[in-house]
């Protein structure tokens, strides 16, 4: 069995899993799918929560503020393989996260187990046409 589970299909994904940030990268709000990781964290810079991060999502969520347009891209950060979707707001950027997979590295086999798999789902990945453009940021009850 892979440690590295296969990415939902998006209209199958947690949408309720984003963040919602200001211009310094300060979190405002949380969505429910988050709010367990986040919660306790609004009004908080959310590069104190993800040290070593923001030279990985930063240059993503400048791009996406800078041309106004919805970015896509995957990281791994943290032993973890995510896919990010970055919406620019008026005021405001939503990030949705959507789990690819954990690398698992307790044993030799598990790791390159995990390494293999994880290099199939990025090549798949990189064949795959750009998908239809994101929804308008979306605004979460508080």
Partial sequence: MSTLQPELDRSEADTTAFVVLDADDRILRVGPGL????????????????PGAEPLYGPHFDEARETGRTVEFTVY?????KRIRATPGAEDLTVHIWPIGVLDVRTLATLAE????????????????????APASPRAPL
């Fill in 114 to 133: 995990s390494l293999q798999t994880m290099e199939l789902e990025l090549s798949n990945r990189a064949s795959e046409p750009p998908g239809r453009p």
């Fill in 35 to 50: 709010h367990d990781r986040f919660g306790a964290f609004v009004g908080q810079v959310l590069w104190g929560r993800l």
């Fill in 77 to 81: 950060y943290a032993a973890e393989v």
